[in-house]
């Protein structure tokens, strides 16, 4: 699990990568900015992703394409809800999980 350290109040803000996939995820948004150092993960790794704000809840990234292929399948899950290690592919699973360890830090 990643961990942050907040600017402002100097504490340690815990993390999971998934948060970056799900409406309510990075306390509903609070640590919505995050979701980029997701999606900056994968476009290093060459995906081509979309993040988009999700009304006042978090940020969140809605698409994931590679070779033109969408690679989030919107129509078999409920997107924001379902946990997305149970859709996504094996590849960016392995990919997030170890680009983004516990040992991972940076400023939340």
């Known amino acids: 699990m990643p961990t942050s350290t907040c600017p402002y109040c100097d504490s340690d803000f815990h ?11 990075f306390r509903d948004g609070a640590k919505g ?8 993960v994968l476009r290093k790794a060459g995906y ?14 809605d698409s994931i394409r590679k070779g033109g292929i969408e690679l989030i ?14 859709y996504l592919p094996k590849k960016l699973i392995r990919l997030l999980d170890r680009e983004l360890h516990a040992s991972w830090e940076a400023v939340a």
Not at 15 to 25: T, V
Not at 33 to 40: P, Q, W, Y
Not at 75 to 86: H, M, T, V
């Open 15 to 25: 993390w999971i990568w998934d948060d970056a996939f799900m409406k309510f995820g």
């Open 33 to 40: 900015h995050l979701t980029e150092t997701v999606a900056e």
């Open 48 to 61: 081509t992703v979309k993040v988009e704000p999700w009304g006042i809840h978090n940020v969140v990234i």
């Open 73 to 86: 399948p919107m129509q078999r899950i409920r997107f924001g809800y379902d946990e997305p290690r149970n």
